[in-house]
């Protein structure tokens, strides 16, 4: 039977690994919204899409880029999940 604390720090470690592994795709969204907005207010152009494809290919792009380092994060988690399950 899985105790309490063990389900506590189970869900706690996966919700930092979420957080982790979402950081870079969030940050370049965010930095490429920054952007393209400001490049926007300066030519002001106003269209949605001028501000959402580059926000998607930027992130792709990372997604790309660090899925190596994506995949060994989840790769352990998931190793060590099953290592401790043993002692459910």
């Given at each position: 039977m899985l105790e309490?604390?063990?389900a506590v720090d189970l869900i706690r470690e996966a919700l930092i690994v979420a957080i982790v592994l979402a950081t870079p795709m969030l940050l370049i969204g965010m930095a490429a919204g920054l952007?393209?907005?400001?490049i926007q207010a300066l030519t002001q152009i106003q269209d949605q899409t001028v501000s959402f494809v580059p926000k998607i290919l930027a992130?792709?792009?990372v997604l790309v880029v660090?899925?190596?380092?994506?995949?060994?994060?989840?790769i352990e988690f998931?190793?060590?999940v099953f290592e401790n399950?043993?002692?459910l």
């Open positions: 309490p604390s063990s952007a393209i907005g400001l992130m792709a792009a660090c899925m190596p380092w994506l995949m060994t994060r989840m998931t190793r060590s399950a043993g002692g």
